[in-house]
């Protein structure tokens, strides 16, 4: 059974740091990507980015509302990707989703949030 | 960056009411297009995927079509377990993007 599960989330300040977990398991992680999508309080989703493996190495994609601010990285051998938040800001404020596949998003992370606020 | 606009934004239906909700995109995405299904409070969950395929176990009353840059999500037969928030993405360019989202709401 696929599972992942998303932590680190919490209140944080403007301008400052968090990075998140996902910890997976139920399927080869070094084959797959991992993506992940954000959703503010009462809006709706918003793509963040991916992580997916490509035959020269590791490549990542973000959403120009995180990109050179965001990170997403991935340790294959503890099947955890990550996302690294720095220089947040209020608009920052969702749950965070991670979520196996690139494209066609069938299996979800039950989220965590962050908040960012002073 | 390719915009996802869906419409309408809120539909008041009753049970074993046909629906449908349009999704178009800014410019031509083939099929790569899929849908999703969000409760409140809940993880959104997969519907299908390339326009039309659904995905396992979802119900047979979810049907959608298109291609282009328009796109339906048909549910036929309302069932109260389908009140929810419904939104579409395009994973042929990135940034993939979703819509706005339409709420199905009980009438």
């Known amino acids: 059974e696929v599972q992942l599960v998303e932590s680190g989330g919490g209140l944080v300040e403007p301008g400052r740091s968090r990075r998140l977990s996902c910890l997976t398991s139920?399927?080869?992680?070094?084959?797959?990507?991992l993506t992940w999508i954000r959703q503010a309080p009462g809006k709706g989703l918003e793509w963040v980015g991916f992580s997916t493996m490509k035959p020269d190495g590791v490549s990542t994609k973000y959403a120009p509302s995180v990109e050179g601010r965001f990170i997403i990285s991935r340790d294959d051998s503890k099947s955890i990707v990550y996302l690294q938040m720095n220089s947040l800001r209020t608009d920052d404020t969702a749950v965070y989703y991670c979520v196996l596949g690139l494209g066609i998003l069938a299996n979800w992370g039950q989220g965590t949030q962050v908040t960012v606020s002073s | 960056d390719i915009q996802m606009t869906q419409s309408p934004s809120t539909l008041s239906a009753s049970v074993r009411d046909r629906v449908t909700i349009t999704c178009r995109a800014s410019q031509n995405i083939s099929d790569s297009v899929a849908w999703y299904q969000q409760k409140p409070g809940k993880t959104p969950q997969f519907l299908m995927y390339k326009a039309s395929t659904l995905g396992r176990e979802v119900p047979s009353r979810f049907s959608g079509s298109g291609s282009g840059t328009q796109f339906t999500l048909t549910i036929s037969g309302l069932q109260p377990d389908d009140f929810a928030t419904y939104y579409c993405q395009q994973y042929k360019n990135v940034p993939f993007t979703f819509g706005p989202g339409t709420k199905v709401d009980i009438k």
């Open positions: 139920g399927f080869a992680f070094g084959d797959f990507t």
